[in-house]
């Protein structure tokens, strides 16, 4: 994400319809996402998922998530409506995972999704994640607690670079 991305990012996370039904709905200010990809400890960074004619469609992100063993690295990645259901993000997550275990030293990468978000279990499971088990209402949004699946993939599942095949 550059610089003059920012004023989309802020859009895009104060967009209930972005966001959808499964993702805490928040509002963030563009100084405030300014302030937090500056500034971040848990070195998070977003790439925005460009369409072939430069069209901006969503984004792909990385995270490490602090946990008393270490840092847990996992990624996160959301699509405007109009374009959900056409592979992008299915490409953008064996994308990151490429990028992640060609640059980092990681034996594992994951990520979490609301276990009602099928569309969510697809691309990960495209992008050679594995289903871990279920994290019990640990989400309170949009008025209840959600459960949520925990996903990963570790080095000697990926072996290769997916996204050149």
Known sequence: MEKEDLPLVAEW???SDFVGEYLLPIQWSRAEIE???ENNPFE???FIIEKKDGTKIGFVSQAYMLHFWGKLLEIGYALIPSE???GYCTEAAKIMVDYLFLSKDTMRIQAHTDAKNVAS???LEKA???KEGTIRKSFFVRGEFRDFYLYSILREE???PKILK
């Open 44 to 46: 998070y960074k977003m």
């Open 84 to 86: 959900r259901g056409k």
């Open 158 to 160: 990926w072996k290769e």
């Open 35 to 37: 302030k937090v990809s």
């Open 128 to 130: 050679g994640f594995k």
């Open 13 to 15: 996370v104060n967009d």
């Open 121 to 123: 279990h697809k691309v």
